[in-house]
């Protein structure tokens, strides 16, 4: 059980182009999907949290206009990121956690490597 | 502002070694306190959810501890398959319960 799969898991894209990234939670329903950025050698970055039906959270520092954040259903979290730069070039992460049955742990996805020419 | 410090940063066993992993943690209300396995390229893997002091859980060769300020994942005779990072991460109380995340451990164990 709580399975969360994300696609695509690697993608390389020319720079102002956007690219979307899909997040789904597969044997549950995530009440809550988290958005996370990770370079090499450090560790995970909370960009956003979101919240199916409602507008995402985004953390201090990250453009919300760059990187949008769509939580459609209670299975799906889409992040999108626009006009992307090479300094956009990272391993992004999604975890989802359902609070339904009072547990806190969130389960993530395998990341999605993005790169930007 | 919640704080994670693990430590040590990376560390080195040989096979059957037996050592810890150490998490220290600032916050107000704890929540939980999470632990997790990363291996290179790949999404972290939840091993467990500690809540209160002096709580303990194990999963085959991993342990992991709760104290009021610090948490240790034990490893037990480790083997070559455990190298991998770990991290800790504990829940901030606060209205959309996010989790702050430390740099974690690099764990290897050689053969």
């Known amino acids: 059980g709580a399975v969360v799969s994300q696609h695509p898991s690697w993608v390389i894209c020319k720079s102002g182009t956007s690219v979307k990234i899909e997040c789904r939670s597969l044997?549950?329903?995530?009440?809550?999907m988290f958005w996370y950025r990770q370079f090499p050698k450090q560790s995970l970055m909370l960009m956003a949290t979101?919240?199916?039906?409602?507008?995402?959270?985004?953390e201090q520092g990250v453009e919300k206009d760059k990187f949008l954040i769509n939580h459609a259903s209670l299975t799906l979290s889409t992040l999108t990121v626009t006009s992307a730069h090479p300094e956009d070039s990272s391993f992004y992460i999604c975890?989802?956690?359902?609070?339904?049955?009072?547990?806190?742990?969130?389960?993530f996805g395998p990341g999605t490597r993005l790169t930007v020419t | 502002e919640d704080q994670v410090t693990q430590s040590p940063e990376a560390l080195r066993l040989q096979e059957g070694e037996s050592s810890s992993l150490n998490c220290s943690y600032t916050v107000s209300g704890l929540r939980g306190l999470f632990w997790y396995r990363q291996d290179p390229g790949k999404g972290p893997e939840f091993l467990f959810t500690?809540?209160?002091a002096g709580e303990e859980k194990e999963k085959e060769r991993l342990k992991a501890t709760l104290t009021k300020k610090e948490s240790f994942l034990h490893i037990t005779a480790p083997k070559p398959e455990d190298s991998a990072t770990y991290l800790c991460?504990?829940?901030?109380?606060?209205?959309?319960?996010?989790?702050?995340f430390g740099i974690g451990t690099k764990l290897q164990v050689i053969p």
């Open positions: 991460a504990v829940q901030d109380p606060g209205g959309y319960q996010k989790v702050t």
């Open positions: 500690l809540y209160s």
């Open positions: 044997d549950f329903q995530a009440t809550t």
């Open positions: 979101s919240n199916e039906g409602s507008k995402a959270t985004y």
């Open positions: 975890s989802a956690r359902d609070l339904s049955g009072g547990v806190y742990e969130q389960y």
